[in-house]
């Protein structure tokens, strides 16, 4: 994976806005993407959902045992929540999409990218927290927006969309309130070269999740 030039975080932002500035365009390009495009317009067909399922799993399989494996470490503890975990929900959804299909060997490049780079984030908390908030705050975000557009496109009368249910978090504004202030907590005690490291990490996860996007509208066209 290439990475541009390292970010220039102004030392004035907290390290939350230093990560939603940072990655504003990488966001606006998923926003854009075609697979998302296609799926938000109702283009996308079942088969292209599932295919995102699958590929999801395994990464949040990376992202929560990473998670678990750091629950004690003071910088990634900060953010690891339980509450947040989708493994479960991806499964139910699964079951309810594609119940014949959950043992076939899952053949995505742009998914073991990912899953192998969330393991690798291990070795530093502050990458970790990078991808967490990539995933995490967008399925507290536009993720509540895409189920509810699903739910509709595909007249799934709340079936099959798990995934976007966080019922353990509670009202999900103060929650991403609340997560953000930890993430400034954790800008306190980082050097400004980490904090510069963690948010070209956060491009970074953004860049895996459009390689995925690239990789299913490639079998998918719509
Ligand atoms: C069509 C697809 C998408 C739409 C419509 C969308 C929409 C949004 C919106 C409206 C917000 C702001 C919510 C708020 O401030 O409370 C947001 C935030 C966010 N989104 Fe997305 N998003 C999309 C795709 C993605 C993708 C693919 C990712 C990454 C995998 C992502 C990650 C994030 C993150 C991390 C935030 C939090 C930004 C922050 O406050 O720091 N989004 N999204």
Request: charged share 25%.
């Amino acid at each position: 994976m290439t990475v541009d030039a390292p970010t220039i975080v102004a030392t004035e932002d907290t390290l939350s806005a230093a990560m939603k500035k940072g990655s504003a365009v990488e966001h606006e390009q998923a926003e854009g993407s075609t697979f998302m495009s296609a799926l938000l317009d109702g283009r996308m067909p079942a088969a292209g959902y599932v295919a995102y399922l699958r590929r999801l799993r395994p990464i949040y399989a990376a992202l929560e045992s990473t998670a678990a494996a750091l629950a004690d470490d003071p910088i990634a503890s900060k953010v690891v929540d339980p509450a947040l975990n989708r493994l479960a929900t991806i499964d139910t959804d699964l079951a309810h999409w594609a119940p014949e299909s959950t043992d076939d060997v899952l053949d995505s490049p742009a998914a073991a990218e990912y899953t192998a780079r969330v393991n690798a984030s291990a070795e530093w908390p502050g990458a970790f927290v990078a991808h967490h908030y990539t995933r995490y705050l967008g399925d507290l975000s536009g993720g509540q927006a895409i189920g509810r557009i699903l739910d509709r496109n595909f007249e799934l009368d709340g079936a099959g969309i798990a995934f976007y249910a966080f019922d353990e978090v509670g009202k999900v504004k103060p929650y991403k309130d609340a997560y953000r202030d930890q993430l400034d907590k954790i800008g306190e005690t980082l050097t400004a070269d980490e904090r510069a490291r963690l948010v070209d990490e956060v491009k970074v996860a953004f860049r895996l999740n459009q390689a995925l996007f690239a990789e299913l509208s490639q079998l998918f066209p719509s």
